[in-house]
């Protein structure tokens, strides 16, 4: 199989900022205890005309102009999300019509919850082989704010809004990303009900529970996508790890003996933004000059599903 490499990146965020001081004043909670324990310092939020639509439109604007690719070349369209404005139709299909990206290519949505980006990339390898068009556009989108429970202080103060979005290219001889993907069927740790439910669903989770979880996925898929591509930790240029607590991103690091200079966190400013923070992460990076053509990053995710997931990907 021909491997993807990134062509460019880009991202859609809303200019709401909820910071801990706000949330002091809905919630039972303090900017120490949420710095403390999980990193963020402030999120995100969709308001008025800065909706999901919107943010997962720029995402993918910023991506097509970084990558220098017009969006008829586009080949394929996923977009990772829990939380859609619609199920139908899907966000991958409103793009599709925003953004004038051809008719004859598969456009559809992927719910693989935190792991979403990484399921999406997957996927967009395999469908980026059978494909005449040679480029893919990922984004992982999400309006976290719209369901979560604001008097449950446990999940409230850890979720914000955010699309991040990436153009990759695929080419003969290039190296596969070797995703490692799993996911074990667990409705108790995590759970957001979909149509069946009746009234209004929240996301719920056992946040220590999906911790002690994430701690060991975490270095479980390190390990696995370093045996998969025959790489050291050495030959990664960059770690980017689904961004839910910093504790978790730190713990994972010195499990794997990472250097604190080859992995990057951004929770502070955007919280937990799900299917969207491992493509915000590698905007920023891009942005940031941090990763350029021929850079490697191992990226991780984890999440509901139980999901996780691995792979090793390029810039082009
Ligand atoms: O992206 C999907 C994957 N999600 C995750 O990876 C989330 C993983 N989990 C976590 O990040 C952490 O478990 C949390 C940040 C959600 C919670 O941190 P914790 O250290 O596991 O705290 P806890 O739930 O064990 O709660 C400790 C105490 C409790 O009080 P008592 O029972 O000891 O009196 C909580 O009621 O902290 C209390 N607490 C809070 N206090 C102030 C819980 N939330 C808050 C809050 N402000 N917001």
């Known amino acids: 199989m021909n491997g993807i490499k990134i062509r460019g990146t880009g991202r859609g965020v809303p200019g709401k900022i909820v910071t801990n001081r706000d949330l002091e004043r809905i919630v039972e909670t303090s900017d120490e205890w949420i710095t403390a324990r999980t990193g963020i310092k402030t999120r995100h939020q969709c308001a008025g005309e800065e909706t999901f ?26 977009v990772a999300t829990a939380t859609a404005e619609t199920l139908v139709p899907s966000a991958a299909c409103a793009l599709q019509r925003e953004l004038g990206l051809p008719q004859d ?27 005449p068009r040679k480029f893919g556009l990922v984004v992982g989108a999400e309006n976290l704010s719209r369901v979560v429970d604001w008097t449950d202080r446990g999940t409230c103060i850890l979720f914000g809004d955010g699309a991040g979005a990436a153009v990759v290219e695929c080419q003969e001889g290039w190296p596969s990303i070797c995703a490692v993907l799993g996911c074990c069927g ?23 529970r999906v911790f002690k979880f994430a ?42 003996r990472i250097p604190p200079e080859k992995y990057y966190k951004n929770i502070q400013e955007y919280g937990n933004t ?43």
């Open 105 to 131: 290519i598969p456009c559809f949505d992927l719910n693989a919850a935190c792991t979403g980006f990484l399921f999406a990339l997957h996927t967009m390898e395999c469908l980026l082989n059978a494909s």
């Open 215 to 256: 701690v060991e996925a975490v270095p479980w898929c390190v390990e696995q996508v370093l045996g998969k591509t025959g790489r050291t930790v050495e030959d990664v240029d960059f770690f980017v790890f689904h961004q839910a607590n910093a504790r978790i991103i730190d713990l994972a690091a010195r499990k794997c």
């Open 186 to 208: 667990n409705d108790e740790l995590l759970h957001l009900s979909g149509v069946e439910s009746g009234g209004h669903s929240y996301l719920a989770m056992e946040g220590t």
């Open 274 to 316: 799900s299917a969207a923070s491992i493509p915000l992460v590698l905007s920023e990076l891009r942005e940031q000059g941090r990763v350029s053509p021929g850079s490697r990053v191992l990226a991780v995710g984890f999440g509901g599903g139980l999901t996780w997931g691995g792979c090793l990907i390029e810039f082009a």
């Open 53 to 78: 639509s919107a943010m997962a439109a720029a995402s993918a604007r910023g991506a097509l102009v970084e990558a220098g690719i017009s969006p008829e070349e586009i080949g394929a369209c996923i």
